[in-house]
Every structure is written in C-alpha cells, then in structure tokens.
C-alpha cells in the first residue's frame, strides 16, 4: 500500500522556524499534488499550502510570506519551511498526498487521497 511519514514538528517560540517533511513509500504509480493540512483544538482541518507535481503552489492567506513548499519528486517528498511563526500556528499539521497506484497487471489505475498520522506544531514562548 501506501504511507505517509511526516516529520518535523515540535515547539518553537513566537518568531521561530520549523521544517516539516513528508515522505510518500510504498506501491506508487505517481503523485499529483500534495500538500499540508492543519487542524487546531475546536476548529476544522484547512488547507495550508498545497503543491502540483508540476510545482505550482498555492497557500492559505494566513501563511503567505511565512511559509514555503516545495517537493522533491525524486525522493516523493514534500518540504513546508514554516518561519516567523505565531501562536495561531498552532496545530497538529497533517500531510496529503493525491496518488495514483497501478491495482491490476493489466495495468489499471486507481487514484486515491492519503494522509499522515501528523504531526504536532506549537508556537509558544
């Protein structure tokens, strides 16, 4: 099958940076976008900042300036440079990813969300 391992968080002062990583193993055909997830206490998981297997990115308003993605499709891994964060960061932050996977020896496909177990981020002083 496929995994998702994520890496990376942890507690880090108003201001700091952090790096989270996330790898994709396992049977992959190819990936399409991925990207990061967050979700704090009380609140719905949102989108944080996504990436195309072509590169483009796309990032929640909160984060622009602050944040970066990129990917590594060599190594099926995406990178979020997280910098001066704040407080409202805060959250367990969760990797998904848009594979495809080859299911059949005729060659057939199926193309299916997955996600890591997550990851904590707290920004606190």
């Known amino acids: 099958q496929v995994q998702l391992v994520e890496s990376g968080g942890g507690l880090v002062q108003p201001g700091g940076s952090l790096r989270l990583s996330c790898a994709a193993s396992?049977?992959?055909?190819?990936?399409?976008?991925m990207g990061w997830y967050r979700q704090a206490p009380g609140k719905q998981r949102e989108l944080v900042a996504v990436?195309?297997?072509?590169?483009?990115?796309n990032y929640q308003d909160s984060v622009k300036g602050r944040f970066t993605l990129s990917r590594d499709n060599a190594k099926n891994t995406v990178y979020l440079q997280m910098n001066y964060l704040k407080p409202e960061d805060t959250a367990v932050y969760y990797c998904?990813?848009?594979?495809?996977?080859?299911?059949?020896?005729?060659?057939?496909?199926?193309?299916?969300?997955?996600w890591g177990q997550g990851t904590q981020v707290t920004v606190s002083s």
């Open positions: 990436i195309t297997n072509g590169g483009g990115t």
């Open positions: 998904n990813a848009d594979i495809e996977r080859v299911i059949s020896t005729r060659g057939d496909r199926t193309r299916e969300d997955y």
């Open positions: 396992g049977d992959i055909f190819s990936i399409n976008a």
